[in-house]
């Protein structure tokens, strides 16, 4: 009763919430969608932290380490790169662009017939397409959580249950039933109706406040996650006897061999070296938001100044992938204690879901009443913080690209008025919702289904980071990119199937990148520049840094000084990376300590890591380098 009283607590702060921001919301479509452009970049930070903290990461954690050892969470904090690079280099650009939708840009960057066309091609792709996948692997994690807690066969009137029952029956579904033995129609019942609740509330205060709302419950709900999850990893720890066994528990159960693959935090053996090594230096460049697009640029663009969009990327960064890995990390771990494997269990898709399923089930196992509640609060407030998130983010392109720019400018040749839109976007939600659900419904585990989304967005970063870096690229560029991604994606899934090529990803991942990457310069070289009118005005706004010579000339401006400000763009960003990953790396070895291994690897790496903070802390935000910048500051 206690649990179930916290979590309704934070329901009724959440809708509470989205009301009060109900009117300022309704004005136009910034004030729903940019909250006015007035956060500031601590807020604006902590609400990516809180879209990033998805109920489904901290399970796919849990999988990760347990399918793969440690090493493999490199793949989540190698990110930290593209968010850095987000900041320092592209942050500001994104805000001074004064767009509402980063597909809205297209038409702002570009020219040529099929402009409009690419920029509606891309709010579909991005917003329905690739946001309903992200959002169904939320659902998936929702449905992990739901059949542990939610119980609602025990819980509702059995006349209104039994109907509830039938109807699930006549749809012939089957969502969940890994964590439990029960009726599989009972437990995609109970599933359904949780699913449907998380996702109507969550809607109720998306919609009524736009972005306001969301960032305003996102802080919220960071905080529930963050202490919900210490707590949760002070308690395994206990239970395990402290930090200083559990590597020695680890080699007890598993062995010193297998041991030393879980817990290393470098690859174990030659043969993973050269696919780390490809993943890791590919996957945080090739992938959808290496230049921030989506959710991440729209919280830049909401940024009230140059210096609140930069102060945003540092605190998301250092919150996602430092404060919150280490707590996960000890939680990851410490369930390998708790619930032992087998290596012979540890094959197949299966297994991955089993491990992920832990993570809640040991919430349900090992926490008190009153813990669990707090727990189970900041479970559902990470699902919210992404799934408000997203529902926001899809409803813009529909809202602005679709209906604002093509149905009513291009077809109509009129002008949308601001409820119209506003209704528009909050129509939008509802199918974006529909078709998560039907996603969801026919996905496995967590862990492949975000394998399958990375292999859909490689095809894109490259030519997305370019486009702000060089003058050259242009509309075609970009088609030819997402053509690749959208023909090549279905085919190497299915050469995999077939066997015609190896089934490893680092494959898939690579060939995937360097075909994209390669159509895209070659289209950009065989097909007409963007015409100087458009660059020009883009420059002047934007003053990108980069390869923009002829541009900054034929701008009146020093055609050097957009190179020289991206070299020192990228060495503040180099020098906060290797900060960030210094102080990672040293932190998680104290924390996960082998038994002999010394500590004063550990510490040199906090030490230098520190020592680096002031030099990127005063490039980054104190002396600004760019002198374009103090002029767009107000």
């Known amino acids: 009763m206690i649990d179930l009283l916290i979590v309704m607590t934070f329901v009724s702060l959440s809708i509470f919430t989205g009301f009060r921001a109900r009117k300022k919301a309704s004005q136009n479509l910034q004030e729903y969608f940019l909250a006015g452009k007035t956060l500031t970049g601590w807020r604006a930070g902590l609400s990516m932290a809180a879209t990033q903290f998805a109920a489904d990461t901290p399970l796919l954690v849990t999988g990760l380490i347990a399918t793969g050892g440690v090493f493999l969470l490199w793949r989540l904090w190698i990110y930290g790169i593209a968010f850095l690079m987000m900041g320092f280099v592209f942050g500001a650009s994104w805000r001074r662009a004064g767009v509402l939708t980063d597909a809205e840009l297209t038409e702002f960057r570009y020219s040529g017939r099929g402009v409009l066309s690419l920029r509606v091609l891309k709010a579909i792709y991005y917003g329905t397409v690739i946001n309903c996948i992200v959002l169904a692997m939320v659902l998936v994690a929702a449905v992990r959580i739901s059949e542990v807690f939610l119980i609602w066969n025990e819980w509702l009137p059995p006349g209104l249950y039994d109907l509830l029952l039938s109807i699930t029956k006549g749809l012939g579904l089957t969502i969940g039933g890994i ?70 528990k680890i080699g007890d159960i598993y062995g010193s061999e297998l041991a030393g693959r879980l817990l290393s935090f470098t690859p174990p053996g030659g043969e993973m070296l050269m696919p780390f090594l490809i993943i890791i230096g590919l996957q945080w460049f090739f992938q959808m938001n290496s230049d921030g697009t989506g959710y991440l640029a729209q919280r830049t663009m909401a940024c009230a100044t140059d210096k609140d969009a930069r102060v945003a990327a540092l605190v998301f960064t250092w919150m996602q992938v430092f404060l919150r890995s280490v707590i996960w990390l000890v939680i990851g771990v410490g369930l390998l204690v708790i619930y032992p494997f087998t290596p012979e269990s540890a094959a197949g898709d299966q297994f991955a879901a089993s491990r992920e399923i832990l993570f809640v089930t040991g919430i349900d196992d090992l926490l008190p009443v009153g813990i669990r509640g707090i727990m189970l609060t900041g479970l559902l407030a990470a699902l919210a913080s992404t799934i408000d998130t997203h529902l926001n983010w899809g409803a813009s392109y529909w809202s602005n690209d679709v209906y604002k720019r093509l149905i009513c400018n291009h077809w109509l040749n009129r002008d949308p008025k601001n409820h119209e839109l506003v209704l528009a976007a909050r129509i939008s939600n509802i199918a974006i919702i529909i078709i998560a659900l039907i996603i969801m419904a026919n996905l496995g585990s967590i862990q492949t289904t975000w394998f399958l989304s990375l292999l859909f967005g490689a095809g894109m970063g ?48 690579s060939l995937m990148a360097i075909c994209s990457t390669v159509a895209a310069i070659a289209v950009t070289y065989f097909t007409p520049s963007t015409e100087e009118n458009i660059l020009i005005a883009f420059y002047k706004q934007v003053k990108p840094v980069g390869f923009w010579q002829k541009t900054a000339t034929l701008a009146d401006d020093n055609p050097h000084q957009p190179q020289k400000d991206f070299i020192q763009e990228l060495k503040t960003t180099f020098l906060t990376a290797l900060s960030l990953f210094l102080m990672l790396l040293g932190t998680g070895k104290l924390l996960i300590r082998p038994p002999g291994e010394s500590s004063l690897f550990a510490w040199g790496c906090i030490i230098v890591a520190i020592v680096l903070i002031r030099t990127w802390w005063r490039n980054s935000l104190v002396g600004r380098i760019n002198p374009f910048y103090a002029k767009n500051d107000n």
């Not at 437990?187 to 109507?200: P, Y």
């Not at 969550?202 to 996102?218: N, P």
């Open 179 to 248: 964590s439990t033995t029960i009726d599989p129609a009972i437990v995609t019942t109970n599933n359904l109706i949780s699913i449907l609740l998380i996702m109507g509330f969550t809607a109720l205060y998306s919609t009524t406040g736009g972005l306001r709302s969301v960032v305003a419950t996102d802080l919220m709900q960071f905080g529930l996650a963050m202490v919900g999850t210490l707590i949760y990893a002070f308690i395994i720890v206990d239970q395990v006897g402290g930090l200083g066994v559990m590597a020695e």
């Open 462 to 509: 490259s030519v997305l980071v370019m486009r702000w870096l060089w003058e050259r690229i242009n509309l075609y560029s970009e088609l030819a990119a997402m053509a690749v991604s959208l023909i090549l994606a279905p085919i190497l899934l299915i050469a995999t199937n077939a066997g015609w090529i190896m089934d490893e990803e680092w494959i898939r991942l």
